[in-house]
């Protein structure tokens, strides 16, 4: 089975390709890895230590100041038993 020269030129310039840009992604992730990525949660570097409750009410306090600025209306704060933390 003979192939075409222009077929062998196309699938190596395709595999060329293929494994420049996965030198790039390696060489990507090896700069990254190597740079040390802080991976812990922003709250346990920040020092924030809230639980739901704390966390739901901030919330809603956000958008009780927040609310008549962006959209010109009073914000209702959603009831207790319409919150469902998981």
């Known amino acids: 089975m003979t ?3 222009r077929t062998l030129r196309r699938v190596r310039r395709r595999n060329r390709r293929l494994a420049t840009a ?3 992604v390696l ?3 090896v700069v990254v890895s190597a ?3 802080d991976l812990q949660p ?3 570097a920040s020092g924030y230590n809230a639980d739901t409750d704390t966390s739901i009410a901030d919330i809603q306090s956000f ?3 927040a ?3 962006v959209y010109g209306r009073k914000y209702t704060a959603i009831p207790d038993t319409r919150i469902y933390p998981y």
């Open 3 to 5: 192939t075409n020269p």
């Open 22 to 24: 996965t030198a790039i």
């Open 27 to 29: 060489a990507i992730v």
């Open 35 to 37: 740079w040390g990525l």
């Open 42 to 44: 922003a709250s346990a």
């Open 63 to 65: 958008w009780a100041a």
């Open 67 to 69: 609310m008549p600025d």
